[in-house]
């Protein structure tokens, strides 16, 4: 016959932690477990995991002075969190890096904390875990995170550059622009417009080829970056045209920066400048201005536009603005485009 045990009752003050062995515990651990000195720092006890995590025998721990295990600059975060431990009686985390017998660098983290011995004395205790590998995975993660945003944002210069000039393209000026001049219309400010084209540059390709046509392109498209403000906005319009944004810059200040452009061209001496008509490089320019040009983006565009073909029909080589000639008749103006 059977006799069935009497069902397990607990005594409800009493805690079953409380029935626990501490001296179990710190063995069975699989994280490195030291007892310190409150006073040394110095290891009194510690577990078969520190042995082989820190790779020395238990024999040569005891006593070891636990700092000494830490890089040098990492010694005084430690002993801080020792500090706060023993004061303030709560766990403390903490990480440093230790080096091993074996030359390896490796990262702990520690939880320090005050533990009340049966005989009233009062040792530090310190958990260490061996978190390197997770720390290497997170650097390679923000690594990985850095190539990502970098090749993103190498994607956007593409996908606003034009590849040939390293201006900005058609499609970031059309909507740099439309938020230039909302912002414009909104607080009532300025802007301007400098449309820009090589004079006689088919007769430049026709005679030294295309190749030479692109440096062309290239040496001048730098030249007029070089020669507006950091606040400008610089794009290849199309061919060899090139339209230059100037946000809170009055029709005044736009001339001004026109006639440089003009003149660093003029003066510069280009490959095969010297066989051109005028025997030089050149550019003509057309400024115009919000809101004296025009109420709407397209419109402040056109009127430099026009200020460029008044330009070349004039003699090329010179700026107009859309205000010194708008009150010339149009056809007297559109007539003689096909001299651009």
């Known amino acids: 016959m059977s006799i069935t045990p009497p069902p397990f009752r607990k005594k409800p003050h009493v805690n079953l932690s409380e ?42 721990l005891l006593g070891k002075a636990f700092l000494d295990w830490l890089e040098e600059d990492q010694r005084e975060t430690f002993s801080q969190a020792l500090r706060i431990a023993k004061r303030r009686y709560y766990p403390r985390q903490v990480n440093g890096w230790v080096r091993l017998p074996d030359g390896q660098r490796r990262l702990m983290d520690f939880v320090v904390c005050v533990l009340l011995l049966s005989n009233d004395l009062q040792v530090v205790q310190v958990i260490s875990k061996d978190v390197t590998r997770e720390y290497e995975a997170e650097e390679r993660s923000k690594q990985y995170l850095l190539e990502i945003q970098q090749a993103n944002r190498k994607l956007e210069e593409m996908s606003i550059t034009d590849e040939m000039t390293k201006a900005y393209n058609f499609r970031h000026f059309k909507l740099s622009l439309q938020a230039e001049h909302a912002r414009a219309s909104r607080y009532k400010t300025t802007y301007s417009i400098i449309f820009c084209d090589m004079d006689n540059f088919k007769h430049y390709n026709d005679h030294n080829g295309h190749p030479a046509g692109d440096e062309l392109l290239k040496h001048f498209a730098k030249l007029v970056k070089d020669s507006s403000r950091a606040v400008d906005l610089v794009a290849r319009y199309g061919g060899e045209e090139f339209v230059v944004l100037c946000p809170e810059t009055d029709l005044e200040g736009a001339h001004v920066l026109a006639e440089r452009m003009r003149a660093l061209v003029a003066s510069t001496p280009f490959a095969f400048a010297e066989h051109q008509p005028l025997g030089c490089m050149s550019i003509s320019i057309g400024v115009s201005n919000y809101p004296l040009d025009g109420e709407t983006a397209q419109s402040i565009v056109e009127a ?11 003699g090329r080589n010179r700026v107009t603005t859309y205000q010194s000639i708008k009150d ?7 007539k003689k485009k096909e001299v651009a």
């Open 19 to 60: 029935l626990a062995k501490y001296a179990d515990l710190f063995d069975r651990l699989t994280d490195s477990a030291f007892l310190l000195d409150a006073e040394s720092s110095q290891i009194v006890d510690c577990n078969a995991s520190s042995e082989r995590a820190y790779q020395v025998p238990r024999e040569e």
């Open 304 to 314: 430099a536009d026009q200020g460029v073909y008044f330009s070349k029909k004039n």
């Open 328 to 334: 010339i008749p149009q056809g007297e103006v559109e």
